[in-house]
């Protein structure tokens, strides 16, 4: 039915400039570890690194807080990666054979990535191998070359091609085919047959005329490019790699059998057949390729043999190892992932004598490995950021605003002490390129990750770098199966070869039952619970010393004897019993467990009054644990929820029971159909009367709101408590308040209870010897039985109620005891606000019925004006099953703002959401990275960082004209900046050039943001005429009508330049 309201004409200006100073939406950063990475790169000179991943994604890393990030047109995988030194670029080189040149340029005093230049490899006659011209079908590696700017491009088929770097163009008369190379080597190793692709390419250091090239059939050659001979030649086994010695007297080679051999580059006879030294250093027994070897000098003469694989192959082939090799010393550093790539922090000085070696820094496909090389033992250095979130499956997460500088250093301290740092200072990060320009926080912010091996993580979300603070494991506490299994297989591992576990990915868990899957944590008292999948409640508080303490243990059945039902789940977790030690942290107090030990589905924390309230899917709890004591225990579930019985680890599903629900949805849809079918004509014609009668200058039409049917009261998993909220209310009377305790269910039940506490709580932590009661004072049913996702109590002036101690400390305004208090109940439908004590409806919104989708995660966030620091709101954040982030006012509830957030079918990303009290939040966009994003205009973590580069005097302009916008991995749109010259400045060469951007793209981002309207979302995409997509096609009669006019003198030019 449509319904016409009259409304005034056009929106309020003032509100709509507010909202544009309040509201603004970011994506700003990802933390954590780029997902499924595919290729490494260093700059020894800028002492930064680049990551590429198989999405196309680039990120390069600095000193913590340097981060630059970009992301290829094309969604293709990065093979391999190449700095030019000193320049802030990278050459990029995808699995579609096409090269890209990315540039770190400035702009306003902050440095950002873009993409500069891309080649792809032809396809005209000549290039295919039809006309018996060398092919570059299939580029294999790639080479800078540093005289000239150059890169050598070794094919598939043999050949080797020169690029000019700088304008990425393709010099012909340089290519070097494999017949040329054929003409050097011995009659009697031709055979007839080819050399193979080319695997390595290798320069040297201190004559760049000269190139080492290995041929995949194990032929090695010196190649001197100026004379265009070859002044060396190596015949080997089946190449796998090659590194040349900075001096260029030694070559390594590592082949396909296993074995690395040693050649001798200036003496001896050429061709030469004998390497100086051939070891396979895990035989006799076959062994498995080594992939990648590394030689590096040291002045004491004992140097470094590094490379990957050589393993075994019946024993131990299905192990990820890189092997360290320093005289006799020998290390097999064994990863649980494979490994990518590795490289080392040597001097590249052409002055220096020797590498000398300071890291080893290792890419696995789960995590970044570094460890140093110049600290005996060659330990691993934590690292700052890229710390894999993953190491264990992530189950939930948290976030804590605002933390004391007191529980910080505790924490801090705590985390110093699980891994404590060697007396040494060499043992430093060695990336620590550019300079973080973001000013200090002012206020620290704590990310808590719960992870499915029992552990919770403390991370400093305070800036861009995500840095692991500190580790809870919860898994001590209980016996599990896997101990002994563990001692076996230790026992029984031999001492060859000497393998040493590296890095802290650990996908596997002891026991499922030890998932976390609710942590809360109060920053006054540095309380803290954690619940797990078996039903298990642990209620902790942080030490500064280690301690020997028994836990104690109590049961609460929240079933309470009812008949009829049986737990047809896991079995509970066994507690150790006695004294058990416990470390510097975290050390639990008191343990609950739940009976049936079903997962924990919520679960709150009020320190002040020392009560812990957990809800299953069975029912919800209250807690003493001052006293140890339960005090209230409900059933929630219906008579016939029988699925909530058999828990998340049970195969035994209710299928007869799924089918009658359908069946009965089914019917029931059809027979409220037919009766609106009925008086439906009439109500059509009415209403288009009055729609005729009435103007469009007159009215404005609401849109038709979705009919929303209610839910049956027997649906299964009725009784899964959602959420749990503690507040200092109205419930009795509208004189009294006291402390209350608030529950929501499944089923659209709001059940709160009327709590006495006892005074002296407040007043110390010696609990007298009066117990806690609960009484029940209020039970409301939603009319459509809509999942309870959160519920706020609001004082007198609309605002929430503060924390716990916050009020009691002066850390926050008191609330206003004096008007009428109000509670907010957020359902996944709608939203209302109800009066206390009296529970009568004040004002709601119906989300589903105005905008079709489901509320999935909701919180109360402050927003700060840009234009003035000290006016601020409190607004409801809303994350849809849409994945759009809906912004409401508080207590009314007008809608603000709106934007698209996450992609609809990225599930796990809505589900793994979390928001901060200051408008910011975090979402999975994979197992091991966290987006981070801003709806607040003021509060905004990113990266704002300067890298000092040098350009040549003479590097030439030249812009990809295919697209003035890309876009970044994270998804906010990259901005196209000047480039930079050598000094820093505008480069003189490029200023014609861009002034035929469009000048939308010369805005920050910020100016970008608030010149976006407030109720539309964020477009990522570049700005595109008609016009623009005519100049790019043209008709395929002109593009023919082109190529047959090439001029002979434009084909026998030099350089080809390819787009």
């Given at each position: 039915?449509?319904?016409?309201?009259?409304?005034?004409?056009?929106?309020?200006?003032?509100?709509?400039?507010?909202?544009?100073?309040?509201?603004?939406?970011?994506?700003?950063?990802?933390?954590?570890?780029?997902?499924?990475?595919?290729?490494?790169?260093?700059?020894?000179?800028?002492?930064?690194?680049?990551?590429?991943?198989?999405?196309?994604?680039?990120?390069?890393?600095?000193?913590?807080?340097?981060?630059?990030?970009?992301?290829?047109?094309?969604?293709?995988?990065?093979?391999?990666?190449?700095?030019?030194?000193?320049?802030?670029?990278?050459?990029?080189?995808?699995?579609?054979?096409?090269?890209?040149?990315?540039?770190?340029?400035?702009?306003?005093?902050?440095?950002?990535?873009?993409?500069?230049?891309?080649?792809?490899?032809?396809?005209?006659?000549?290039?295919?191998?039809?006309?018996?011209?060398?092919?570059?079908?299939?580029?294999?590696?790639?080479?800078?070359?540093?005289?000239?700017?150059?890169?050598?491009?070794?094919?598939?088929?043999?050949?080797?091609?020169?690029?000019?770097?700088?304008?990425?163009?393709?010099?012909?008369?340089?290519?070097?085919?494999?017949?040329?190379?054929?003409?050097?080597?011995?009659?009697?190793?031709?055979?007839?047959?080819?050399?193979?692709?080319?695997?390595?390419?290798?320069?040297?250091?201190?004559?760049?005329?000269?190139?080492?090239?290995?041929?995949?059939?194990?032929?090695?050659?010196?190649?001197?490019?100026?004379?265009?001979?070859?002044?060396?030649?190596?015949?080997?086994?089946?190449?796998?790699?090659?590194?040349?010695?900075?001096?260029?007297?030694?070559?390594?080679?590592?082949?396909?059998?296993?074995?690395?051999?040693?050649?001798?580059?200036?003496?001896?006879?050429?061709?030469?057949?004998?390497?100086?030294?051939?070891?396979?250093?895990?035989?006799?027994?076959?062994?498995?390729?080594?992939?990648?070897?590394?030689?590096?000098?040291?002045?004491?003469?004992?140097?470094?043999?590094?490379?990957?694989?050589?393993?075994?192959?019946?024993?131990?082939?299905?192990?990820?190892?890189?092997?360290?090799?320093?005289?006799?010393?020998?290390?097999?550093?064994?990863?649980?992932?494979?490994?990518?790539?590795?490289?080392?922090?040597?001097?590249?000085?052409?002055?220096?004598?020797?590498?000398?070696?300071?890291?080893?820094?290792?890419?696995?496909?789960?995590?970044?490995?570094?460890?140093?090389?110049?600290?005996?033992?060659?330990?691993?250095?934590?690292?700052?950021?890229?710390?894999?979130?993953?190491?264990?499956?992530?189950?939930?997460?948290?976030?804590?605003?605002?933390?004391?500088?007191?529980?910080?250093?505790?924490?801090?301290?705590?985390?110093?002490?699980?891994?404590?740092?060697?007396?040494?200072?060499?043992?430093?990060?060695?990336?620590?390129?550019?300079?973080?320009?973001?000013?200090?926080?002012?206020?620290?912010?704590?990310?808590?990750?719960?992870?499915?091996?029992?552990?919770?993580?403390?991370?400093?979300?305070?800036?861009?770098?995500?840095?692991?603070?500190?580790?809870?494991?919860?898994?001590?506490?209980?016996?599990?199966?896997?101990?002994?299994?563990?001692?076996?297989?230790?026992?029984?591992?031999?001492?060859?070869?000497?393998?040493?576990?590296?890095?802290?990915?650990?996908?596997?868990?002891?026991?499922?039952?030890?998932?976390?899957?609710?942590?809360?944590?109060?920053?006054?008292?540095?309380?803290?619970?954690?619940?797990?999948?078996?039903?298990?409640?642990?209620?902790?508080?942080?030490?500064?010393?280690?301690?020997?303490?028994?836990?104690?243990?109590?049961?609460?059945?929240?079933?309470?004897?009812?008949?009829?039902?049986?737990?047809?789940?896991?079995?509970?977790?066994?507690?150790?019993?006695?004294?058990?030690?416990?470390?510097?942290?975290?050390?639990?107090?008191?343990?609950?467990?739940?009976?049936?030990?079903?997962?924990?589905?919520?679960?709150?924390?009020?320190?002040?009054?020392?009560?812990?309230?957990?809800?299953?899917?069975?029912?919800?709890?209250?807690?003493?644990?001052?006293?140890?004591?339960?005090?209230?225990?409900?059933?929630?579930?219906?008579?016939?929820?029988?699925?909530?019985?058999?828990?998340?680890?049970?195969?035994?599903?209710?299928?007869?029971?799924?089918?009658?629900?359908?069946?009965?949805?089914?019917?029931?849809?059809?027979?409220?159909?037919?009766?609106?079918?009925?008086?439906?004509?009439?109500?059509?014609?009415?209403?288009?009367?009055?729609?005729?009668?009435?103007?469009?200058?007159?009215?404005?039409?609401?849109?038709?709101?979705?009919?929303?049917?209610?839910?049956?009261?027997?649906?299964?998993?009725?009784?899964?408590?959602?959420?749990?909220?503690?507040?200092?209310?109205?419930?009795?009377?509208?004189?009294?308040?006291?402390?209350?305790?608030?529950?929501?269910?499944?089923?659209?039940?709001?059940?709160?209870?009327?709590?006495?506490?006892?005074?002296?709580?407040?007043?110390?932590?010696?609990?007298?010897?009066?117990?806690?009661?609960?009484?029940?004072?209020?039970?409301?049913?939603?009319?459509?039985?809509?999942?309870?996702?959160?519920?706020?109590?609001?004082?007198?002036?609309?605002?929430?109620?503060?924390?716990?101690?916050?009020?009691?400390?002066?850390?926050?305004?008191?609330?206003?005891?004096?008007?009428?208090?109000?509670?907010?109940?957020?359902?996944?439908?709608?939203?209302?606000?109800?009066?206390?004590?009296?529970?009568?409806?004040?004002?709601?919104?119906?989300?589903?019925?105005?905008?079709?989708?489901?509320?999935?995660?909701?919180?109360?966030?402050?927003?700060?004006?840009?234009?003035?620091?000290?006016?601020?709101?409190?607004?409801?954040?809303?994350?849809?099953?849409?994945?759009?982030?809906?912004?409401?006012?508080?207590?009314?509830?007008?809608?603000?703002?709106?934007?698209?957030?996450?992609?609809?079918?990225?599930?796990?990303?809505?589900?793994?959401?979390?928001?901060?009290?200051?408008?910011?939040?975090?979402?999975?966009?994979?197992?091991?990275?966290?987006?981070?994003?801003?709806?607040?205009?003021?509060?905004?973590?990113?990266?704002?960082?300067?890298?000092?580069?040098?350009?040549?005097?003479?590097?030439?302009?030249?812009?990809?004209?295919?697209?003035?916008?890309?876009?970044?991995?994270?998804?906010?749109?990259?901005?196209?900046?000047?480039?930079?010259?050598?000094?820093?400045?505008?480069?003189?060469?490029?200023?014609?050039?861009?002034?035929?951007?469009?000048?939308?793209?010369?805005?920050?981002?910020?100016?970008?943001?608030?010149a976006t309207s407030a109720d539309t979302t964020l477009d990522t995409t570049g700005d595109m005429t008609v016009e623009d997509v005519k100049d790019f096609l043209g008709s395929s009669e002109e593009s023919e009508k082109n190529l047959r006019n090439l001029s002979e003198e434009e084909a026998r030019a030099c350089a080809i330049l390819i787009k």
């Open positions: 039915m449509m319904k016409f309201r009259f409304r005034r004409q056009g929106a309020d200006p003032q509100r709509e400039k507010l909202k544009q100073e309040l509201f603004a939406f970011h994506k700003t950063v990802e933390h954590g570890f780029p997902n499924q990475p595919s290729a490494l790169a260093f700059d020894p000179e800028l002492h930064i690194m680049a990551i590429g991943t198989r999405s196309g994604a680039v990120k390069i890393y600095g000193a913590p807080g340097v981060e630059f990030t970009g992301l290829h047109r094309d969604a293709a995988t990065v093979t391999q990666m190449h700095f030019l030194p000193g320049q802030g670029r990278v050459l990029t080189l995808l699995d579609d054979d096409s090269l890209h040149l990315w540039e770190i340029v400035h702009h306003d005093g902050c440095a950002h990535l873009e993409e500069a230049l891309h080649f792809q490899a032809p396809s005209w006659p000549g290039f295919d191998g039809a006309s018996g011209l060398p092919s570059l079908a299939h580029i294999t590696v790639v080479l800078l070359v540093a005289v000239g700017d150059m890169a050598a491009l070794g094919t598939e088929g043999g050949s080797i091609f020169f690029l000019d770097v700088p304008t990425l163009t393709l010099l012909e008369g340089q290519t070097l085919g494999p017949d040329e190379v054929l003409r050097s080597v011995p009659d009697d190793y031709r055979c007839g047959k080819a050399l193979g692709p080319v695997e390595s390419l290798q320069g040297h250091l201190r004559d760049p005329t000269k190139i080492l090239i290995g041929y995949s059939r194990g032929l090695l050659v010196i190649w001197n490019q100026a004379a265009r001979c070859a002044e060396r030649i190596f015949l080997g086994n089946q190449l796998e790699s090659v590194c040349w010695e900075r001096s260029g007297h030694t070559v390594v080679s590592s082949h396909s059998d296993g074995s690395y051999a040693i050649w001798a580059a200036d003496t001896g006879d050429s061709p030469a057949v004998q390497p100086t030294v051939a070891t396979t250093p895990y035989g006799p027994f076959p062994c498995k390729a080594i992939n990648k070897v590394l030689w590096r000098s040291c002045a004491s003469g004992e140097h470094f043999v590094i490379f990957s694989g050589g393993m075994p192959r019946a024993s131990y082939g299905d192990r990820h190892c890189v092997s360290v090799l320093q005289a006799e010393t020998l290390v097999t550093l064994d990863f649980t992932s494979r490994v990518i790539d590795f490289f080392t922090v040597h001097s590249t000085r052409p002055e220096d004598e020797f590498d000398e070696p300071q890291a080893l820094a290792v890419l696995l496909e789960e995590e970044l490995v570094v460890l140093d090389l110049q600290t005996p033992g060659w330990p691993a250095v934590p690292a700052p950021y890229l710390a894999p979130l993953h190491s264990s499956a992530i189950t939930c997460s948290a976030h804590v605003a605002n933390v004391p500088a007191k529980l910080w250093a505790r924490i801090v301290s705590a985390g110093e002490q699980q891994s404590p740092q060697p007396a040494s200072g060499a043992s430093s990060w060695p990336i620590t390129g550019g300079r973080n320009l973001a000013q200090e926080p002012s206020q620290r912010g704590l990310l808590l990750t719960g992870h499915e091996d029992g552990t919770v993580r403390f991370w400093d979300a305070s800036g861009v770098a995500l840095r692991p603070l500190y580790k809870l494991s919860t898994a001590g506490l209980f016996q599990t199966d896997c101990e002994h299994a563990d001692s076996l297989a230790q026992a029984a591992e031999d001492d060859w070869p000497p393998f040493r576990k590296v890095g802290c990915f650990d996908p596997y868990s002891d026991d499922p039952r030890l998932g976390v899957q609710k942590v809360a944590l109060c920053k006054y008292t540095a309380q803290m619970v954690v619940a797990g999948t078996a039903g298990q409640v642990l209620v902790l508080e942080l030490s500064d010393t280690p301690a020997e303490q028994a836990v104690g243990v109590a049961s609460l059945d929240l079933l309470q004897d009812r008949e009829g039902f049986t737990w047809k789940g896991h079995e509970r977790l066994s507690p150790r019993l006695g004294p058990l030690p416990w470390p510097a942290g975290f050390q639990p107090r008191a343990l609950i467990q739940c009976l049936p030990p079903a997962a924990v589905t919520a679960v709150t924390l009020h320190a002040e009054w020392g009560l812990v309230a957990f809800g299953t899917s069975h029912g919800f709890g209250l807690f003493d644990y001052l006293r140890r004591s339960p005090v209230l225990a409900r059933c929630t579930l219906h008579p016939s929820d029988s699925l909530a019985m058999e828990g998340p680890l049970s195969r035994v599903k209710s299928l007869k029971k799924s089918l009658r629900q359908s069946f009965r949805r089914i019917r029931k849809s059809r027979a409220s159909g037919k009766k609106r079918m009925v008086a439906g004509s009439k109500l059509q014609e009415a209403n288009a009367q009055l729609a005729e009668q009435a103007g469009p200058q007159d009215v404005e039409v609401t849109p038709v709101q979705r009919r929303i049917e209610p839910r049956s009261a027997d649906d299964s998993l009725s009784g899964v408590v959602r959420c749990l909220y503690f507040a200092d209310t109205f419930l009795r009377d509208a004189a009294h308040h006291g402390p209350t305790m608030w529950a929501g269910t499944n089923s659209g039940s709001v059940f709160a209870y009327a709590l006495e506490v006892p005074a002296a709580v407040a007043g110390g932590e010696k609990r007298p010897e009066r117990a806690v009661e609960a009484v029940l004072g209020k039970e409301v049913q939603l009319m459509h039985r809509a999942p309870v996702v959160a519920i706020a109590v609001l004082d007198g002036r609309g605002r929430p109620l503060p924390e716990p101690y916050e009020a009691s400390r002066d850390l926050a305004q008191a609330p206003d005891m004096q008007g009428g208090h109000a509670v907010l109940i957020a359902s996944e439908e709608q939203f209302k606000v109800f009066t206390l004590p009296k529970v009568s409806a004040k004002t709601k919104f119906k989300l589903t019925a105005h905008e079709g989708c489901r509320v999935r995660k909701v919180a109360l966030a402050t927003f700060a004006s840009v234009a003035c620091e000290d006016y601020t709101e409190t607004c409801l954040a809303c994350l849809t099953n849409l994945g759009d982030v809906h912004v409401f006012s508080v207590p009314g509830l007008r809608p603000q703002v709106h934007y698209a957030c996450i992609r609809k079918e990225d599930i796990s990303g809505i589900a793994s959401c979390v928001f901060t009290r200051h408008g910011q939040g975090f979402y999975l966009i994979s197992p091991s990275e966290f987006e981070r994003f801003s709806l607040s205009a003021r509060n905004i973590t990113e990266p704002l960082c300067s890298l000092d580069v040098r350009w040549p005097r003479d590097a030439t302009c030249v812009r990809s004209r295919e697209s003035p916008k890309l876009s970044q991995a994270n998804g906010t749109p990259g901005i196209i900046l000047a480039p930079q010259s050598h000094d820093g400045s505008p480069d003189p060469i490029c200023k014609e050039a861009d002034t035929l951007e469009p000048p939308e793209a010369m805005l920050s981002p910020m100016s970008i943001d608030s």
